[in-house]
């Protein structure tokens, strides 16, 4: 008798040693299948029911997908990302709160990470842009409101100009104009284009407009400044 439980053969009580480990695979496999499977369904059932909320013009659910729109692009050849529609829809969102709400809509939604797809579709001077719009916008808030003109928000746009200036395409140096042009819409005064540039000279150590000038052509510049110039002084 020991000899036969020792060969594998039939216990007189039950399976073998080999049917034991052989249903015990199994069952870890059908185990495994099914949490896989179930994490899935959920998965797509949270996506549907965030998908849903996209209808809502200004929710989290809403800027989240414009987001995902904008990686995927509409540009003219079919690839790339729509900077300027990602750069719009970020401006748009009225809090660092909602942002964050933002953030996890995204995960919900496509099951993966928006700040890590906005790493991979930026470039580094593209991605710090994003990042300084939204170190200006308040803690919290579900509605946008116009630019505080504090310290983080001349910091913010001294910044965002020198990102646009720093830019480069295909590893040549270049210049994003709809950056800066996005800066100066936002601008509400002339006097929030000199407190900029004093943030700008203490930050870098040059000059907000002597860049602008190297930077842009002339008619370039022109358009610029003539936004500029049609807003209030103060």
């Known amino acids: 008798m020991e000899q036969a439980k020792e060969n594998g053969q039939p216990h007189s009580e039950g399976m073998t040693t080999g049917e034991t480990i052989k249903y015990g695979l199994i069952g870890v496999v059908v185990l495994g299948s099914c949490f896989f499977i179930g994490r899935s369904l959920i998965r797509k059932a949270q996506a549907d029911s965030e998908e849903m909320k996209t209808y809502t013009e200004g929710s989290e659910a809403t800027f989240a997908k414009q987001i995902k729109m904008a990686f995927d692009n509409d540009m003219a050849f079919g690839w790339g990302t729509d900077e300027e529609k990602l750069r719009a829809t970020v401006q748009a969102i009225p809090s660092k709160e909602a942002f964050g709400k933002v953030v996890k809509s995204y995960q919900k939604l496509y099951n993966r990470s928006m700040m890590r797809d906005m790493q991979e579709e930026l ?27 504090s310290p983080a928000q001349y910091s913010s746009w001294a910044k965002r100009l ?15 104009e709809d950056a800066i042009k996005a800066v100066f819409v936002e601008m509400p005064t002339q006097a929030a284009f000199t407190e900029t540039a004093l943030y700008y000279n203490k930050a870098f150590g040059r000059t907000l407009k002597k860049d602008l000038d190297s930077e842009l052509e002339f008619w370039e510049k022109d358009a610029i400044m003539d936004i500029l110039t049609k807003k209030p002084k103060v």
């Open 123 to 149: 470039g580094t001077t593209e991605y710090n842009e994003i990042l300084y719009i939204i170190a200006a916008k308040p803690e919290t808030g579900s509605q946008l409101q116009p630019p505080s003109l």
């Open 162 to 176: 020198k990102a646009a200036f720093d830019i480069t395409y295909w590893g040549f140096p270049g210049t994003d």
